[in-house]
């Protein structure tokens, strides 16, 4: 569908700013990107898109603070003075550093962080680690989707974006908030509505999910584990399940029907707060069906985290709605089709069982950093700790890619502690951030914009294709070519094995995904998308991927590693804290709420994005904000219980929250504020949040909300400290 016009050219693509991946119209001229729209035809994103697609993609891509050329650290360590160099030279030193670093310590000594499996430069970290000999990857799924991963892994059920919501009777939104993360899904959610079907909304906060809700459920914060319990032992008392599922495809039925006899609506109440009756009726409502639930990360990156998405799982698997039409459906891809999360897994790709066994994380947390792991990466707190301390052996080089751990990852004190006591740090970005004002060099990449992609789509289900449409905006290079450019140099010496990331380029890497399959390349550029037949309910010819081959409401593997096989409602952690701590943080904290303008800590330098939220926000109740003195607008600092630093927040009064529970986003940052620090000991939430006072025993999952805390106002003494941050 490509269109030329006086040397414009309208490009079919998909975009990838975030995980939502909508399909996209690119029109370029002079082989520059000068507009970007939504694309109607998209079989997944239906012409679903959102300003960041719009605006911070292209912008991302030509502003001038973007980074065009390699830099090298002139100064100390985070003193902020850089020079630019070629990228031979950038490649060449890290090459040798890296090298070096191998020859004193060992590969184990060289770690690679990034976002995750989902994206290729997530899968190409780990492969490019893999070819060093190292097996430690840091992912940052733990504070997003991890505890789904696992949880899903577990009880077999690969359901995450196959929601059928189109044509769901009932559509139970559990801890997301599809309005601002997810547009697809959002326009999916209100076609449904449109059409009758049941919205329940399950959310502490008053997302926009629920002005459409048929029914508000508000729970207290991290509470959901009990709530699915009790929505399961309805179903069951109720006689509303799946008896075909149950008996032919679920394993631990009577197991489960046990560990919820007691999970009555009543307890349920006691534990969060919703009516009894409530529950009842949102039960009921979900076991008509067909329904699909919506989970999202308001129940994720916590430390009952997996407990909770189990729970939930277990309630999908005996309701009948794997795999149906308006239920949740399994993922599906056209056969032979390799995925990132094939390649990772493949034994073609892999380090020898001994040294995978030595990933930080793998003896504590198996399910998380073992073979049997989700994405197989490291703990990172541990890793953290391994940097500081040398437990369990030392790690001395960071090359990090797509992440801006200065401000994404909880403890900013402590990270920033580990990035100065390396030997060497490499980040590849497209700004100077506060993660990059610790490298010895800084990498420049390419744009989302300047990127040939190959996705899976479940939402179509679709394959869906991104153009690399503009010519790269300076002298910058894409992580496949900068994994390659780092292998190539040390392969020569042996130190590296090419075998692991044998594509020369994305294209090359392109097609080896699709090699055995019937999607034509070709024909994929042409149109952006490729839609291909699936089958529901393929039970038999795809079993599910746990030990029995069925639903694991009784997970043989959580139970081969001493873990609870049954789901399990685990109290969050602001509940355990002793009197004394409570005295002093009486509050709970909610981070993460997402916004409209800003991909966490991207987009922070955009003008047009600091109009629409100029500033760092945080909902309080009423009532809260009485007791505390607080009106409107005013500057506040919080702090919480087993945190290094406090982070500065704008009130924002309104019953949306909870009383007692303060809600704010997370991400913030100043690029206008000094080096190296940029604002991210002052604004930015994981300032104040500790890295791990509970990890989930699965996923090995902090905290990132349910947290005990405490505020204070900003006086005047107290922002004037705070200056040189
Ligand atoms: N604009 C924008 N879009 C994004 C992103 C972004 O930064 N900006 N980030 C992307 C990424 S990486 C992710 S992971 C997704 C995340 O997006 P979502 O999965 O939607 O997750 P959140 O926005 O963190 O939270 C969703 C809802 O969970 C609620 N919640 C908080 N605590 C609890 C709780 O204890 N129980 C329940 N039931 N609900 C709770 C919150 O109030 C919120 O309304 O968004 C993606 N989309
Ligand atoms: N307290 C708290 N902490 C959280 C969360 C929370 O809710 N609360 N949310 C967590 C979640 S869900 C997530 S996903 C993480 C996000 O954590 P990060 O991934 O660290 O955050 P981002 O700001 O999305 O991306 C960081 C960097 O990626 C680079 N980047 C952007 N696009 C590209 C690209 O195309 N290629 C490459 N190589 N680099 C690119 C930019 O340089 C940017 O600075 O944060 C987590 N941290
Ligand atoms: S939601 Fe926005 S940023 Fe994310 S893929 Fe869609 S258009 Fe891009
Ligand atoms: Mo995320």
Known sequence: MQSHQSGVTVVPSTCWECGAICGSLLTVQNERV???????????????FCIKGIRGAREWTDQAVRLRSPLRRVGDRGSGRFERISWDDALDETAAALRKVRAAHGPLAIAGAVSGAFFS???????????????????????CGGCRGVSQKMTGLDVAGGEDIDNANCVMIVGRNPAIADPPQWMAIKRAKAKGAKIVVIDPFRSPAVEIADLWLRPAPGTDGALALALTHVL??????????????????????????????????????????????????????????????????????????????????????????????????????????????????????????????????????????????????????AILTGNPYPIKALYMSGVNIAVTYPDTKRTIDALKSLDHVVVAAHTMTPTAAWADIVLPKTT?????????????????????????????????????????????????????????????????????????????????????????????????????????????????????????????????TTPDIQAIYPLVLQTGLREKSYHHSRFREQAWARKVSPDPIVYIHPKTAEDYGISDNVWIVVEVAGGSGSCRLKAKITDDTLPGVLTTGVGWWLPEAPAPHFGARDVNINHALPYGSRWDRASGSADTRGLACRLELLTDAALSEREET
């Open 34 to 48: 000068t507009k970007i729209a939504p694309n109607p035809a998209h079989p997944a994103s239906t012409g679903a």
């Open 121 to 143: 430069r997530g899968l190409f970290m780990a492969l490019l680690m893999r070819s060093l000999g190292s097996p430690n990857w840091l992912i940052n799924q733990d504070l």
């Open 236 to 385: 069951i008392a109720e006689d509303m399940y799946s008896r075909e599922d149950v008996e032919h495809w679920c394993h631990g039925f009577d197991a489960l029907a046990e560990r919820v006899r007691p999970c009555t609506p009543e307890w349920a109440q006691r534990e969060t707060g919703i009516s009894a009756s409530d529950i009842v009726t949102a039960a009921r409502v979900y076991g008509e069906g067909p329904s699909c639930i919506v989970t999202g990360h308001g129940i994720d990156a916590a430390s009952n985290g997996v407990q909770t998405f189990r729970a939930y799982e277990c309630l999908i698997g005996i309701s009948g709605n794997v795999d149906r039409i308006g239920g949740n459906r399994r993922s599906k891809k056209p056969p032979g089709f390799r995925t990132y999360f094939d390649i990772l897994f493949d034994s073609a790709f892999r380090l020898p069982a001994d040294v995978e066994e030595q990933r930080i994380g793998a003896a504590k947390f198996p399910l998380w950093s073992g073979p049997l792991g989700f994405q197989m990466a490291c703990h990172n707190p541990s890793v953290i700790e």
């Open 448 to 576: 989302t914009l300047e990127e040939e992609q190959v996705h899976i789509h479940q939402g179509g289900p679709c394959v869906t294709f991104t153009a690399a449409a503009g010519r790269p905006n300076g002298d910058v290079k894409s992580d496949i070519e900068i994994a390659r450019g780092l292998i190539e140099r040390l392969a020569a010496d042996g130190d590296a094995d090419e075998r692991f990331l044998p594509w020369r380029s994305q294209a090359e890497f392109n097609r080896f995904l699709l090699a055995d399959s019937e999607v034509d390349i070709d024909l994929l550029k042409k149109t952006g998308f490729y839609t291909f037949p699936f089958e529901q309910r393929n039970f038999h010819s795809k079993p599910f991927a746990t030990p029995t081959g069925k639903i694991e409401l009784y997970s043989e593997t959580m139970a081969s590693v001493g873990h609870d096989p049954l789901p399990n409602y685990i109290p969050p952690s602001y509940r355990h």
